[in-house]
């Protein structure tokens, strides 16, 4: 199988970077990569513990920089960028590969799922996979992988605070098909438990409104609170 570079950005994530990196133990396929913006919690020495990723420190935070960062530190042929309360699912490497056997496809994400039950979570799930099928927004909590000769054709990430992931996939569907694979990635809802369901859902579609109306990132990134 292709090798792959799962690139994992992350800040404070204590709490789920060891089940994130052991869902990849014995995939040979695989080569993590973790990128850690100044974590103060544990969350480099827990990477270091399980002895399955690299390991690169930076003090300079943000999602762009440090999957830019990972990816140019990796020389597989295939990159997955993956949240580090995301779960793949099952055969999820496998998934990829074979979708990247057409030459046609140059990258892709997959569908979501929230760890959470109840009817709110269900339905934000298969919302968030609707939006990303048929209005083609994308965000990094539903795996997005591609091709490295596409990634470095883009340009890569760009430097954006917020909407880097939709502004990423959004340029790489110039290059190519850009393929939903019809099996979903297990995301954390800590999001919406914190900031509440509803409220969070309207409050990213009026940051999504605001920056397509050319808010500037820094701007946005201001009123958008990142839960990790």
């Known amino acids: 199988m292709l090798s792959i570079n799962v690139v994992i950005p992350v ?3 204590s709490g789920n970077i060891i089940q994130c990196l052991e869902q990849f133990r014995g995939a040979t396929s695989a080569d993590l990569v973790v990128v850690d913006g100044g974590s103060e919690d544990g969350t480099r020495d827990q990477v270091s513990g399980t002895g399955l990723a690299t390991l690169i420190q930076t003090d300079t935070r943000g999602r762009a920089r440090q999957m830019n960062r990972g990816a140019r530190a990796s020389e597989g042929e295939i990159l997955l960028f993956l949240h580090a309360d995301t779960l793949l699912p099952e055969q999820g490497l496998e998934l990829i590969a074979a979708s990247l056997e057409d030459p046609a496809v140059v990258g892709g994400r997959f569908e979501l799922e929230l760890a959470a039950a109840g009817w709110r979570f269900r339905v934000i799930s298969k919302a968030s996979t609707w939006r990303s099928r048929f209005l083609g927004i994308t965000y990094g909590d539903q795996g997005i992988f591609c091709r490295r000769s596409v990634f470095d054709s883009v340009g890569g990430f760009p430097d954006l605070e917020i909407f880097e992931d939709s502004e990423f996939c959004r340029l790489m569907k110039k290059e190519g098909r850009f393929i939903l694979i019809d099996s979903p990635v297990r995301c954390s809802a800590r999001r919406w438990r914190r900031s ?18 050319s808010v500037s990132d820094k701007r946005l990134s201001q009123w958008y609170r990142n839960v990790r």
């Open 11 to 13: 800040l404070n994530e």
């Open 196 to 213: 509440g369901v509803w409220r969070t859902v309207l409050w990213m579609w009026i940051l999504r409104i605001l920056f397509e109306f």
